[in-house]
């Protein structure tokens, strides 16, 4: 593998051009699953995990252009039953518990001492817990996002949030039959999760056009599944999300924080985007509250998503830090 020469000049600025990986390949992690992973940048460069949120989305090409290949060894894998990973979809054997020791097989397959830790959004909560659990392998974190993955979040995601497009949560509510009494929670998780293949694909569709909106911020079109692969996929990725997201991700509020404040004393940069209607920017308040000398950073300009300019730059600001000192 030939490594990437760190420019003499100036750190780059975002956004980093595409790339692709000089090493991918598949872990077997036991009880029949195996995660696919890929290395990105520099080989020689501070090694970082990025972790997809989701849960149950995978990783994306744009994500290997979030930090300077240049500077980072940059690690994406998909999480159990995501993306590449095998078999797809798959919610047996499949806890935050089984992904955070996911996380530390990979570290040591690859032969990593310590890195970096960052994820957005469910990827934040699970570098929590992994960081938490595993802290000497922790160089520090970066938490873009915050998802606390209790009631609350659900709460306003699925429900509070509905009258800033009431036109957009009408036709999700809509979509999800059964006992109306219900939460629409409940009945969307099990319509996703139910035998009804066309009544799980509509309420996905609603899932992701509600999802779209509040990530954009304006009404978002209907998606349309392009063939049969493609919603057999997406299908797959949101019954994964229901799993997770009925059982707050193995985790819950109270919990998450709990394991937050045993990261004192490592560093640990939280940013949230102060137009983020996905997650609230008070979540990022209280993680912040919890994790001893940890520093926040509210992103103007920026929702829910990476991708956004000043976002891509907080990443960057924030990656920078932890890079050694040059004498």
Not at 132 to 161: N, S
Not at 222 to 244: I, N, S, T
Request: net charge neutral; charged share 20%.
């Amino acid at each position: 593998m030939q490594a990437i020469n760190p420019p003499s000049g100036p750190a780059a600025s975002p956004p980093f051009p595409p790339i692709e990986p000089w090493q991918s390949g598949c872990l077997p992690v036991g009880d029949g699953h195996s995660i696919h992973f890929e290395q990105c940048g520099n080989p020689q460069g501070l090694p970082m995990v990025v972790l997809h949120g989701g849960p149950g989305s995978g990783c994306s090409p744009r994500m290997r252009q979030l930090f300077d290949p240049a500077r980072f060894r940059i690690v994406l894998f998909d999480q159990r039953g995501c993306g590449r990973s095998t078999p797809r979809g798959e919610c047996a054997h499949n806890t935050t518990a089984d992904l955070v020791a996911d996380i530390e097989r990979l570290r040591g397959h690859l032969g990593v001492e310590r890195w970096l830790v960052t994820g957005g959004s469910w990827g934040a909560a699970l570098a929590v817990a992994y960081a938490a659990a595993h802290r000497e392998a922790c160089l520090g974190a970066i938490l873009r996002g915050i998802f606390l993955t209790g009631p609350a979040d659900l709460e306003w995601f699925f429900v509070g949030a509905g009258a800033l497009f009431p036109q957009v949560w009408q036709a999700l509510d809509a979509a999800t039959p059964g006992d109306r009494q219900l939460p629409l929670t409940d009945r969307l998780f099990d319509a996703v999760q139910g035998n009804d293949a066309i009544v799980a694909a509509e309420a996905v569709r609603r899932w992701m056009q509600w999802e779209a909106t509040l990530d954009s911020g304006c009404p978002a079109p209907l998606p349309v599944f392009p063939d049969a692969d493609a919603q057999a996929a997406l299908l797959a990725k949101y019954r994964l999300q229901a799993h997770y997201l009925r059982r707050h991700c193995f985790l819950g509020e109270p919990h998450l924080l709990e394991l937050a404040a045993r990261l004192g004393g490592l560093p640990v940069e939280i940013l949230h985007g102060e137009k983020d209607l996905v997650c609230r920017v008070e979540n990022a308040r209280r993680l912040q509250h919890a994790v001893p000398g940890s520093r926040l950073r509210i992103v103007a300009d920026a929702g829910h998503s990476p991708f956004a300019p000043s976002m891509q730059q907080a990443l960057t600001d924030s990656a920078v830090r932890f890079l050694p000192t040059q004498g």
